[in-house]
């Protein structure tokens, strides 16, 4: 397994527990379970847990493997990254556009931030799954 494919597993897993608890707080705060002010501290706790998250694997996979994390991408995994960015901005756009659906349904500005935030966390997602499926497939 590549250094780039061990990362985008590190970044699956880190986004999925990190907007897995922000979005089960944010429903929870819409059932009136949790106060829906305390999202946003939610919110910036789960983002600096991801930022320290994210350093630490990736130090110590780079650890593990110092020559591997070094070697600069080469035209494959160049190519990797460009069809799941494209996976992503698909995903992304269309997410944003239902987002903001939402707004003919009676939502407000808290829920359409929400819907874009999980628009930009599905086409996060989707981009590391496709990283993993493309490695994977051409391996």
């Known amino acids: 397994m590549s250094f780039r494919e061990k990362t985008a597993w590190i970044s699956l897993v880190s986004l999925l527990l990190v ?3 922000y979005f089960t707080a944010v429903g ?3 059932a009136g ?5 305390q999202t946003f501290s939610w919110f910036l706790q789960l983002v600096l847990a991801f930022v320290v998250l994210q350093i630490v694997l990736r130090l110590i ?4 493997a110092p020559l591997d ?3 600069p991408a080469d035209e494959r995994e160049t190519l990797i990254g460009l069809k799941a960015d494209r996976v992503a901005g698909y995903l992304l756009a269309i997410g944003v556009f239902v ?3 939402t707004l003919h349904l009676g939502a407000g500005r808290g829920e359409l931030a929400h819907a874009v935030l999980l628009a ?3 086409s996060q997602l ?6 993993i499926v493309l490695h994977r497939r051409d391996a």
């Open 19 to 21: 907007f897995g608890i």
């Open 28 to 30: 929870l705060a819409m």
């Open 33 to 37: 379970h949790l106060q829906y002010s």
């Open 61 to 64: 996979v780079a650890k593990r």
């Open 69 to 71: 994390a070094k070697v």
């Open 99 to 101: 987002a903001i659906f």
């Open 120 to 122: 930009f966390a599905i």
């Open 126 to 131: 989707a981009k590391h799954v496709a990283v």
